[in-house]
């Protein structure tokens, strides 16, 4: 490493090239969001237009009780089929959406459209089922299940839309914070899976009997542009790429190291590593070719900065599939599918950082200050470093941030002590001011800093708040959430 880093020395030159990178491609970001969003709130205007212009607009105001209850329907369905595109779109792991927005808020994004979403499917199926049985001259309590018994056996392909409605609750109810407690990660991810499927059981009843997906030449061709596009990035980017990168660089297991006390660092080789686009922050996600850790795919960072020849990760003992990797062996292939995330120093404008890691948050801190080390992206005593744990003997990698803050005349600060409420702190009898004022001793100048953040959601959140109360404005804050 030092051989390396000799190479390399800081200087005002490097810094000032990487902080403009940092300017370009935030700018890029800004740009490219701009038009995501622009792309994506043009499609709910089109199909809303196209509903309207094509008869929508005078069902709903001239109508009777039937026909209005049967373009309410019409309409929360063709928005739900838009936003259920959108979704997949967003966990598709397009590279421009991850750059943009990192993998992390997209998935947040997609959560947040699953919840209006599938309130939408059901309100589109209730209305055509209420429409319908109006029209048909039905009345009484007894009336939505005869139409719904009738819908189902008309053969228009409303089976397939009634599974595809089934699984999309199902996804919904387990995607809420207390199902998603008591399911273990393996389960939720096949779960989520179905709604691939229902999206793909959906289709036949849009085609057949949607009349607003097929009204025109122009609506068709529409249509079947998004469904094409959007199944083009979720096999390219979910299968495809995967695949072909797993087998070009032919990663195995060189050897597993136990860190401290339940974490383990995995080494990994492979060839032309050079040319896999990750950087040091992001993660990847994991499958080891080995019994009972080949089924799913966990995200773990990567915990030393890419050099070409190796990866590395850090993991600590969380349950049962984390635990088998200390029983890995030499040889063992490694396939893979990344690498994501934003928490890189890529939009790094500030010429101080401040990396704050908790925990086994450590990870991605060290393979970031490993990187602004070795490439001297960082004057000496422009970067600090803040680590968190309960006790000493849950400091991963303490060895290493030791060495590579000496080396770079950077500052390290380990802050052992069990969690005080309200504080992320270590408690401290002596000194009982806010997080804000107690870290600003830390770190001097503290509103001049970028600063990178990473450990436990609740640590983070209080980190967060300290953060701005010390002066360091949002857009300078980076940070990562491995929620799933």
Known sequence: ???????????????????????????????????????????????????????????????????????????????AVDLLLLQL????????????????????????????????????????????????????????????????????DLLFAFVATSLLVVVAVTSVSIARRRLSYEWWHLVHLTSYAAVVLAVPHELSIGSDFTATAWVRAYWWTLFVLVAAAVLWWRVLVPVARSLRHGLRVTEVVEEAPGVWSVRMEGRRLDRLPVRAGQYLNWRFVSPRLLATAHPWS??????????????????????????????TRVLFEGPYGGFTARSRVRRRVLLLAAGIGVTPVRSILE??????????????VVYRANDSAQLALRDELEHLTAVGGHR?????????????????????????????????????????????????????????????????IHDERFSW
């Open 1 to 79: 490493m030092s051989t390396t880093i000799a190479r390399h020395r800081a200087t005002p030159s490097r810094v000032r090239q990487a902080l403009r990178r940092g300017a370009a491609f935030r700018r890029w970001q800004a740009r490219t969001g701009d038009v995501l969003e622009t792309l994506a709130v043009a499609s709910l205007l089109v199909i809303d237009a196209q509903f309207l212009l094509s008869g929508g607009s005078h069902d709903l105001t001239a109508g009777g009780a039937g026909t209005i209850l049967v373009a309410v329907g019409r309409l929360t369905g063709l928005v």
């Open 89 to 156: 779109v967003l966990a598709a792991r397009v590279p421009w959406i991850d750059r943009v927005y990192g993998m992390d808020r997209a998935l947040k994004a997609h959560r947040v459209l699953g919840r209006v979403t599938v309130p939408l499917v059901l309100v589109h199926v209730g209305a055509i089922v209420l429409g319908y049985a109006a029209r048909d001259g039905l009345h009484g309590p007894f009336a939505p299940a005869v139409e719904t018994f009738r819908l189902l056996t008309g053969g228009s």
């Open 302 to 331: 990567i915990s030393s900065a890419p050099d070409g020849r190796h990866l590395r990760i850090t993991v600590r003992e969380l349950g049962d599939h984390s635990s088998r990797l200390a029983h890995l062996r030499p040889g």
């Open 371 to 384: 990187e602004l080390v070795r490439h001297g992206h960082a004057a000496p005593g422009d970067v600090t």
């Open 412 to 476: 390290l600060h380990l802050l052992v002590g069990p969690p005080a409420d309200g504080s992320w702190l270590p408690p401290d009898v002596t000194d009982r001011r806010p997080d804000a004022e107690r870290l600003a001793d830390l770190v001097p100048e503290l509103r001049r800093h970028e600063a990178y953040v990473c450990g436990p959601g609740g640590w983070m959140g209080l980190v967060h708040r300290s953060l701005l109360e010390g002066g360091i404005p949002t857009t300078h």
